[in-house]
């Protein structure tokens, strides 16, 4: 059975930082793709990054670059979301995702995604 786990979220002032981490369980097949998005109150999940963990690809969206970095520790099955100078905007709960393709590369569409764990609340604020 897969298993997703996140932690790390919490509150911080903006221009902070916070590092996710998403421990993945379950999985046999490194031919998978592990994304990060995120839900704020009465809008769309929308993603964040992601990485395909075979070759270590990185995908990010457009208004994330240069903040956000996406990471693997392959030994650990863990995959981990480094966010920084952070903006109130970027309170939200994030989500780790799981979806397993043998085209090589990951998108960022959460429809793609077939396996997510429960979110961890990060609140950006003064």
């Known amino acids: 059975q897969v298993q997703l786990v996140e932690s790390g979220g919490g509150s911080v002032q903006p221009g902070g930082s916070l590092r996710l981490s998403c421990a993945a369980s379950?999985?046999?097949?490194?031919?998978?793709?592990m994304g990060w998005f995120r839900q704020a109150p009465g809008k769309e999940r929308e993603g964040v990054a992601a990485?395909?963990?075979?070759?270590?690809?990185?995908y990010y969206a457009d208004s994330m670059k240069g903040r956000f970095t996406i990471s693997q520790d392959s030994a650990k099955n863990t995959v981990y979301l480094q966010m920084n100078s952070l903006k109130p905007e970027d309170t939200a709960i994030y989500y780790c995702?799981?979806?397993?393709?043998?085209?090589?590369?990951?998108?960022?569409?959460?429809?793609?995604?077939?396996?997510w764990g429960q979110g961890t609340q990060v609140t950006v604020s003064s």
């Open positions: 995702a799981a979806a397993t393709t043998f085209y090589g590369s990951c998108s960022l569409n959460k429809n793609h995604f077939n396996d």
């Open positions: 379950g999985y046999a097949d490194r031919r998978r793709c």
């Open positions: 990485i395909y963990v075979l070759f270590g690809s990185l």
